[in-house]
């Protein structure tokens, strides 16, 4: 089982800026990809932001040129650097992992997800 730890939600101004976390432990192979989730209430949960352990990225065109996704792989984190907030990013963000524990495995974890709030 791998465990996803997330850090660095809280509450900014519209406009202000946030760095989020997310550290993978526990028994693990490889990581192929790791990103971040976000989940509006009443809505459903939406990819943000993706990057692969070769650094390939892939965002959400609502975030395209605010957000940054970054990955260490020797600590197995995952980093999103979040600019230029608006109200509309207000939600709670998830980290998403999908990794292998052995040869030929793919299987998936979820964070418990870090509240982000953005004030007008």
């Known amino acids: 089982q791998v465990q996803l730890v997330e850090s660095g939600g809280g509450l900014v101004q519209a406009g202000g800026s946030l760095r989020l976390s997310c550290a993978a432990s526990g028994s693990i192979f490889s990581i192929r990809a790791m990103g971040w989730y976000r989940q509006a209430p009443g809505k459903q949960r939406d990819l943000v932001a993706a990057?692969?352990?070769?650094?390939?990225?892939n965002y959400a065109d609502s975030v395209k040129g605010r957000f940054t996704i970054s990955r260490d792989n020797a600590k197995n984190t995952v980093y999103l650097q979040m600019n230029s907030l608006k109200p509309e990013d207000t939600a709670v963000y998830y980290c998403?992992?999908?990794?292998?524990?052995?040869?030929?495995?793919?299987?998936?974890?979820w964070g418990q997800g870090t509240q982000v709030t953005v004030s007008s």
């Open positions: 998403k992992a999908d990794y292998a524990r052995r040869w030929g495995e793919s299987v998936n974890s």
């Open positions: 990057i692969t352990s070769g650094g390939s990225t």
